[in-house]
């Protein structure tokens, strides 16, 4: 598609142009995208999300997830340490349903089968 890649043996960088480096996440975005629009859907008074787990962390997942949801009216908020959120929030209120108005869905990207 014409892009230019470039490799520093110097530095040891590798440089690749954003639209590249995007497909690599489409296989996880993809999918969050289409349930997380079927979400917005059903669910149109969630006006915040929250961006946790493995990928939470990644700024261009951030980014696109971001757009979109704005897109929709949802905010999404995106905490320090990602990766360990869940943890961290099962940890401090547990099943305490009277800390959170509620929840809704999961989305498991990686289905083995």
Not at 39 to 52: G, Y
Not at 71 to 78: D, E, I, K, N, P
Not at 93 to 109: K, S, T, V, Y
Request: aromatic share 8%; net charge positive; proline share 5%.
């Amino acid at each position: 598609a014409g892009y230019h890649i470039a490799y520093n043996a110097g530095r040891k960088t590798l440089r690749v142009p954003s639209k590249v480096v995007g497909t690599w996440f489409l296989p996880i975005t993809n999918p969050v995208s289409r349930h997380l629009n079927a979400l917005a859907a059903k669910h149109r008074d969630v006006k915040l999300a929250f961006l946790v787990g493995g990928m939470g962390g990644n700024r261009y997942t951030y980014n696109l997830l971001k757009r979109q949801l704005g897109q929709l009216g949802v905010a999404l908020y995106q905490p320090p340490d990602t990766s360990i959120a869940v943890v961290k929030g099962a940890t401090r209120f547990g099943r305490d349903e009277a800390a959170f108005g509620g929840r809704i869905g999961c989305l498991p990207c990686h289905r083995r089968g």
